[in-house]
């Protein structure tokens, strides 16, 4: 099983601010094979970027996601108040699709 | 535009079964496989495995085999999950969501909790 470890676990930052999370696999992963997720409270998932680097439909341009092999990265350029979440990575190219443990932005 | 709209919150006994929906609408069903995916209280997602939606062949991850069931009723456009011989830490909250592409998720139901409790 391919662990995916999330960096750090907590982010605190204020709005207007960069948000740099990382994602680390314990095996390589093909980039055609990384997403990145959104979660708010009470809320589903969303996804953000697809193929380690593709934005989702209706993602701003301020998502950008990077990396390939073991080390993945998620930006947020400028941070705006709806981007305080919990973000999750994703691997879906070996079975069992894991997901990262998360990283959670809040307001700082 | 594509929803997914899962059935709503239950509470069970430890032992008993749940059946949990998930009505696709706003594209054609049988082309994107459907993932299950379980969040415990508190905690991140945990992806449980999914099912070809043409084929109707399910795969499930480690730790969800046995006691849970994929299922399909493509005439309906829905998908089931079914877990029998419920536990306490079965206790979660459980998503759909359509794969895309090469797998990622890119349209998700709203979310069922499942609470087992006696």
């Known amino acids: 099983e391919i662990v995916l470890t999330q960096s750090p676990g907590t982010l605190s930052l204020s709005p207007g601010e960069r948000a740099t999370l990382s994602c680390r696999a314990s095996q390589s992963v093909s980039s055609t094979y990384l997403a990145w997720y959104q979660q708010k409270p009470g809320q589903a998932p969303r996804l953000l970027i697809y193929?380690?680097?593709s934005r989702a439909t209706g993602i701003p341009d301020r998502f950008s996601g990077s990396g390939s092999g073991t080390d993945f990265t998620l930006t947020i350029s400028r941070l705006e108040p709806e981007d305080f979440a919990v973000y999750y990575c994703q691997q879906y190219g070996r079975s069992p699709r894991t997901f990262g443990q998360g990283t959670k932005v809040e307001i700082k | 535009q594509v929803q997914l709209v899962q059935s709503g919150s239950e509470l069970q006994k430890p032992g008993a079964s749940v059946k949990v929906s998930c009505k696709a609408s706003?594209?054609?069903?049988?082309?994107?496989?459907l993932n299950w995916v379980r969040q415990a209280p508190g905690q991140g997602l945990e992806w449980m495995g999914w099912?070809?939606?043409?084929?109707?062949?399910?795969t499930y991850a480690q730790g969800f085999t046995g006691r849970f069931v994929f299922s399909l009723d493509t005439s309906v456009s829905t998908a089931y999950l079914q877990i029998s011989s419920l536990k306490a830490e079965d206790t979660a909250v459980y998503y759909c969501?359509?794969?895309?592409?090469?797998?990622?998720?890119?349209?998700w139901g709203q979310g069922t909790l499942v609470t087992v409790s006696s």
């Open positions: 193929g380690a680097s």
């Open positions: 969501a359509r794969g895309h592409g090469y797998g990622d998720l890119d349209y």
């Open positions: 099912i070809g939606t043409y084929t109707g062949n399910p």
């Open positions: 706003g594209y054609t069903f049988t082309n994107n496989a």
